[in-house]
């Protein structure tokens, strides 16, 4: 299929939290200061911008200086806390260096399913575009809870990203991950796996695809990539799955170069 992007307005940027920190632990800062540019880039061509963001655990772990996550829930809940303020602090100080004004929005999954509560996270949303502000979201890990008789956690910033596009109504959400975008079988043990250039709909063969788990700071995985993907294609959008290790690749695609994966039904 060949790809065009010309009338893409409005997007939806998915990074994860293995692209913000390092191996080491510590916050890449490069990575960030790219993505910062891209974004203030596509805003000064009139494009609108959403930011899906992980990180909040990853950046608690290095502001408490600590190399694992906590296998309490109460104290995940603090340290994305504290993450929380270090990665929000950190976005508004690099995206102000290129003009650009960002805000933060925190959601859980009950906000979403409640029409009052949807309809002014829309307005939150809309409003912020508008004055030409990037909304840079996250999950609430502080509080999110995943339990039988309430559920508020959205499982992972992947299927929040394409819940955010849902809401926003995005014309394009791209999804930044660790690898080029989707093979047929795992790129990491064989060197003859092919990646797919377009998929038109998830199939078994494309489920079958997708496996592995999230680094040991995140929780994502391609099967929740894919997952994501159907949900994109039930809302009637398109998604691309790309790698992120340069972020100024978003610029090339959506000038039309073949990258990553697309996820468009013909």
């Known amino acids: ?3 065009n992007f010309d009338t893409v307005k409005r997007l939806v940027i998915k990074i994860g939290t293995s692209s913000l920190v390092l191996p080491t632990g510590k916050i890449n800062l490069e ?9 203030s880039s596509l805003m000064n061509k009139g494009k609108e911008v959403v930011l899906v963001s992980s990180g909040a655990m990853g950046f608690g772990l290095d502001v408490l200086h600590l190399d694992k996550r906590p296998s309490e829930i109460s104290q995940q809940q603090a340290v994305s ?3 929380q303020v270090a990665m929000m602090s950190l976005y508004s100080q690099i995206f102000s260096h290129y003009q650009t004004n960002v805000s933060q929005i925190l959601l859980t999954r009950d906000v979403v399913e409640f029409p009052e509560s949807l309809e002014n996270v829309t307005n939150a949303f809309e409003s912020l575009l508008t004055l030409g502000i990037v909304p840079i979201v996250n999950e609430n890990d502080a509080i999110s809870v995943d339990e039988m008789d309430h559920t508020t956690k959205f499982g992972d910033n992947d299927r929040l990203s394409a819940t955010v596009a849902n809401i926003v109504k995005a014309d394009l959400l791209i999804m930044l991950s660790d690898i080029d975008g989707l093979f047929d079988k795992n790129p990491t043990i064989y060197d003859d796996a092919v990646l797919y250039s377009h998929v038109p709909e998830i199939t078994e063969k494309i489920l079958a695809s997708a ?3 999230g680094s040991k700071f995140g929780t994502g995985g391609m099967l929740s990539k894919i997952k994501s993907a159907q949900m994109v294609f039930d809302n009637k959008g398109q998604m691309v799955l790309m790698n992120g290790a340069n972020p100024r690749d978003i610029l090339r695609l959506l000038d039309g170069k073949n990258l990553g994966t697309l996820f468009k039904q013909n």
Request: proline share 0%; glycine share 16%.
């Open 211 to 213: 496996g592995g788990v």
């Open 81 to 83: 806390s504290v993450g």
């Open 31 to 39: 990575k960030i200061d790219k993505l910062a540019f891209v974004i």
């Open 1 to 3: 299929m060949k790809r």
